[in-house]
């Protein structure tokens, strides 16, 4: 089934080291988003890659970077962790259609020492 | 001004019974697009429906529907013969536009608790 994948389910840090968390997909889509989603709050986006293109939402801390080395596989990376930063991080792509839904990894959760 | 507003932080319901999730928005954009999403406590987000502001029918998925209410701005989730497996945190998102990426608004969701 094609599907989206995120590495790994659970991930445990020390603050202030540096932390990478990976999102792949075999739809093919040519958007990918990176949502934060801190305890009982709603899924806040950080950023999105529209093919090649990196677009950064306004208030997402400078601490957060993400690639796109190709169509299948997004990162996030945390630069500089803090205990803020403990959440869940959602990875979700949709295609050209704009009326079909956003798919949606499992997540990774994060936790920060 | 929130552009998705879900009122019930929680809602208890027994099995079996009906029940609704209410949703308003917000937006000055023609075209917008509504979906619903379930969160169980694992973490993952899953689909469960989707209303175009273009749609001159209500949308149904299965158990599913939504009562789109285009002049009040309002997208309610109802859920039919409730069960179990249906306790999740569930969410409200409103796209706008048709161009570009198709961003997401969320709702700060409500929590169903189904009881047998």
């Known amino acids: 089934d094609a599907m989206v994948i995120q590495n790994p389910r659970y991930q445990v840090t020390q603050f202030g080291k540096p932390v990478t968390l990976s999102c792949s997909q075999t739809?093919?889509?040519?958007?990918m988003y990176w949502y934060q989603q801190k305890s009982s709050q709603a899924p806040k986006l950080l950023f999105h890659?529209?093919?090649?293109?990196?677009?950064n939402e306004a208030d997402t801390p400078d601490n957060f970077q993400s690639r796109r080395p190709n169509t299948s596989f997004c990162f996030l990376d945390i630069r500089s962790p803090g205990l803020g930063d403990a959440a869940m991080y959602l990875c979700?792509?949709?295609?050209?259609?704009?009326?079909?839904?956003?798919?949606f990894g499992d997540g990774t959760r994060l936790s920060i020492l | 001004a929130q552009k998705i507003t879900q009122t019930q932080p929680g809602m208890f319901v027994q099995e079996k019974e009906a029940v609704t999730l209410d949703c308003t928005y917000d937006?000055?954009?023609?075209?917008?697009?509504l979906f619903w999403y379930k969160q169980p406590s694992s973490g993952e987000m899953i689909f469960l429906i989707y209303?175009?502001?273009?749609?001159?029918q209500n949308a149904t998925e299965g158990r599913y529907s939504l009562n789109f209410q285009k002049a009040r701005k309002s997208a309610n989730l109802v859920i039919s013969a409730s069960q179990l497996g249906d306790s999740a945190m569930y969410f409200c998102?409103?796209?706008?536009?048709?161009?570009?990426?198709?961003?997401?608004?969320f709702g700060q969701g409500t929590r169903l608790t189904i009881n047998p």
């Open positions: 979700a792509t949709s295609g050209g259609n704009y009326n079909q839904p956003q798919h």
């Open positions: 739809l093919n889509h040519n958007v």
């Open positions: 890659y529209y093919d090649k293109d990196f677009n």
């Open positions: 937006t000055s954009d023609p075209s917008y697009g």
């Open positions: 209303q175009g502001s273009y749609d001159q």
């Open positions: 998102a409103m796209r706008e536009g048709t161009e570009g990426a198709q961003k997401l608004v």
